[in-house]
């Protein structure tokens, strides 16, 4: 499976943050601190490489008050804390046209999560509630 592309305003962003954390940290320290190589540091500084959101997770764990500026938000480290894992359940089969009908305005749920200004792009999140028959 080949992996997305990465992002250039996160590249260079993070390239940022790190290239001010290199003037008061060794190399060796900053990539301690997030559990990369040194190398790797070296590829987010010259914004060769977009960080994964747990390596972002990971150096606002290390360092208070390090954020990042990414498309006009200040992201912070209560916008990566981990979720908590999900309990297996029991799973339930319904049929279909039954949970169609029993659908109403209070089991369907839509939000707008962003929306591009500069184009005519939305993406909505659905959730749907079924009750037990």
């Not at 929306?115 to 659905?126: A, F, N, R, T, Y």
């Amino acid at each position: 499976m080949p992996k997305p592309p990465s992002d250039p305003d996160l590249k260079a962003e993070f390239a940022a943050r790190i290239r001010e954390k290199l003037n008061e940290l060794s190399a060796s320290a900053v990539a301690a601190a997030r559990g990369v190589k040194r190398q790797m540091v070296y590829r987010y500084r010259d914004g060769r490489n977009a960080p994964s959101a747990e390596v972002i997770r990971r150096a606002m764990e290390a360092w208070s008050g390090f954020t990042v500026n990414y498309r006009g938000k200040v992201l912070r480290l209560q916008d990566f804390e981990r979720k908590p894992m999900l309990t297996a359940r029991q799973a339930v089969q319904y049929e279909l046209w039954d949970v169609i009908k029993k659908l109403d305005s209070q089991s369907v749920e839509i939000e707008i999560l962003d929306k591009e200004p500069s184009s005519s792009s939305v993406q909505l999140g659905v959730r749907i509630y079924f009750r037990r028959p």
